[in-house]
């Protein structure tokens, strides 16, 4: 089948089909661990290679700032997921070094860090979007360690963009931040806290910590990458100084990407299976073996023997007549990055939902809450939009519409699954499904004609 891929800003009529959907896709590398093995392996002593590497507007972000602030990458038999990475010697980083952080998170809130430890002075910009992502606590986290960085007279920084001035290892020490508003300021403190002179001892000083799971995911790519760090109580953890030695890894698949796939299943009342689906893992998207079966669907997993995957399988259900059931999703709390998913199915369910703590996504790549509530009455349906969380009644009768994507892949493939279901809906800028998904429209565009083996 030839599929052409939207240009960026392109409306595209998402595929409708009533025929229960039997596919198995295999999905490229996580964003979140192909970001950090790339920070880490850029910090390493010693070389080494990392294979599954996602290929994608934010990888692609974060590999060219790596480069700009010394690193190499080089692509093993021409092959962009498989990287032998040089790296970088920061005490020979100099002059006057800009980096584009897009819109990822990652790459804005992961490099101020490593450019603090450079001679450098570095220019951390972003898209115009960027601009509304909050930066202040781990820009205020770093200079509390002893990094230089200031952003054209705003005092405090809490925003991009900002220059780093690079002087040589941070000292370190004693260090409290509040991450409410993003686990990832936690993230970017500790990888870099092993090469801080007296390493990092960093409190969360607020109440809540989002994405936990990010946190834990950052605390186990370091320990594999021989750093000690320690988490003595709640919202605490230590990390001692100290080498950091990066092992050839394989990138696990996207989970989080695998979100929308799955989803398929259920709203078509089909199955989709995802192999090499991580038996042990700190990625969210885990979490779709517990979440999509309070929507009513089946989750099995066939462990592959003396490896740590297997195949994941998604069936949805369906009445007599052939028509999907989705139950509704009850109260799920925490499931950042998995919200824009979670609500089309929380549209298309029969019953009610409400999704709980996800306050800090309106810092995310747009306000989702105000997003997902926009799009939703579009499509003709009434929800609740609390300052951290969002209800759906469910038993919506939806109408097709032109769904906005706000320059957020998650709202893109949000459109592309309510598109499934209801008759007429357009995405407007499906392209930005590249941040973290190139080939998204045309493997979802092969999943609705029916084809059984796709390749995400
Ligand atoms: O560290 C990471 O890789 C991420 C952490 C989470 O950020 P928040 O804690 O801001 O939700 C997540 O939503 C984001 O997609 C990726
Ligand atoms: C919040 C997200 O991304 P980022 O890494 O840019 O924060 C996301 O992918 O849903």
Redesign the pocket.
């Known amino acids: 089948m030839v599929t052409r891929t939207p240009a960026p800003g392109e409306t595209w009529s998402a595929p409708f089909t009533n025929t229960p959907i039997h596919a198995t896709v295999a999905l490229p590398g996580s964003?979140?661990l192909t970001?950090?093995h790339l920070v880490l392996a850029a910090l390493s002593e010693s070389p080494s290679r990392l294979t599954g590497v996602l290929v994608s507007r934010d990888t692609d972000l974060m590999i060219q700032a790596l480069t700009a602030l010394g690193a190499a990458f080089q692509r093993v038999n021409d092959d962009p997921t498989v990287l032998d990475v040089t790296p970088i010697r920061l005490a020979e980083t100099t002059g006057e070094i800009t980096v584009d952080s897009g819109l990822a998170?990652?790459v804005m809130r992961f490099i101020p860090g490593v450019a603090a430890g450079t001679q450098a002075t570095v220019l951390v910009d972003g898209d115009e979007q960027s601009y509304a992502r909050p930066m202040g606590p781990v820009i205020d986290g770093l200079i509390q360690a002893g990094a230089h960085i200031s952003a054209n007279g705003q005092d405090p920084i809490t925003t991009l963009p900002l220059t780093v001035h690079g002087k040589g290892p941070v000292p370190g020490g004693a260090v409290g931040i509040d991450s409410g508003g993003?686990?990832?300021f936690v993230?970017a403190l500790l990888l870099v806290g092993a090469t801080f002179g007296r390493g990092l001892d960093l409190r969360h000083t607020g109440e809540h910590t989002?994405?936990p799971e990010?946190i834990a995911?950052?605390v186990n790519v370091l320990e594999a990458a021989g750093v000690r760090i320690e988490h003595p109580e709640p919202n605490r953890w230590m990390v001692h100084p100290g080498p950091i030695t990066a092992t050839d890894t394989a990138v696990e698949p996207d989970l989080?990407n695998a979100g929308p796939y799955l989803a398929a299943a259920v709203v078509t009342g089909g199955s989709v299976t995802v192999p090499y689906w991580p038996q042990e893992t700190t990625q969210i998207g885990d979490r779709w073996r517990d979440i999509l079966p309070a929507f009513g669907a089946t989750v099995t997993f066939e462990p592959v023997a003396g490896t740590n995957y297997g195949d994941l399988t998604v069936t949805g259900t369906r009445d007599a007549t052939g028509r999907p059931i989705i139950t509704g999703g009850g109260e799920i709390a925490d499931l950042?990055?998995l919200t824009p998913t979670t609500a089309a199915l929380a549209l298309l369910a029969d019953g009610p939902t409400r999704l709980t703590k996800i306050g800090?996504?309106r810092?995310?790549e747009t306000d989702r809450l105000t997003a997902l509530n926009a799009e939703a009455t579009k499509l003709g349906a009434t929800i609740e939009e609390g300052l951290d969380y969002l209800a759906f009644a469910g038993g919506y009768d939806l109408t097709g519409a032109t769904l906005e994507s706000y320059a957020d892949h998650r709202m893109a493939t949000f459109g592309a699954i309510i598109g499934l279901a209801v008759e007429h809906t357009v995405v407007h800028d499906i392209a930005t499904t590249a941040k973290t998904m190139p080939d998204f429209p045309s493997a979802w565009t092969k999943l609705a004609a029916g084809q059984r083996d796709i390749r995400a």
Do not use: I
Request: cysteine-free; aromatic content about 0%.
């Open positions: 964003k979140s970001n950090r998170g990652t993003s686990s990832q993230s989002p994405s990010h995911m950052t989080s950042a990055e800090h996504l810092g995310h």
